[in-house]
């Protein structure tokens, strides 16, 4: 009796590749083969991708991100650095920012901004201010009880609006009765979003 014909097997790539095309008003440059740099109106961003899984390359306005062997850990490190590229190229076209409220019900708190160090006075009646470290290039504003945090980099615009809302938390108290602090009310971008963003091509390489 003849065997029966079997589906032709498919081959595994070697290689797992992602084209990302950086939109008009970013540049981009590679370094090495790991340091990625993008440059727009608004400012300059650079990021070292370390991994022996990846191999980053320019080809115009394109940014080849290459990586081998084709398994699970390989794909996971491509993935991670396209999303990070993508947070780049929007925060050098649009900016990012948090706005946060300072809340107070028993003692006026006042907040100002000093060499990179945000500063919040009388915090539940305490003698000495609170302080919270800045990161990076982030702007801090003051506005009466409002608080904006702004900048290109996502991470650190973040981070900074996360040391400011942790180092002013109510701890050993009554949450119920002792509700103030500085807190984050909304997340987005500086500028309005007109949708340019990275588009990714999948499996091959632009020539």
Sequence with gaps: MAARAGKPETVKPARIIQTLAIPEGVSVSVANGSTVTLKSSKGTLERTFKSFRIKLEAKGNNLVIDGSPNNKGTRIMVETVAAHIKNMVEGLLYGYKTELKVVYSHFPMTVTVDKGIVSVKNFLGEKFPRKAKIVGTTKVAVKGQEVTVSGINKDDVGQTAANLEKKIRVRGKDIRRFQDG?????????????????????GKEVQ
């Design 182 to 202: 500085v807190y984050i009310v909304s997340r987005g971008n500086i500028d309005k979003n007109d949708g340019k963003k990275v588009e990714i091509t999948r």
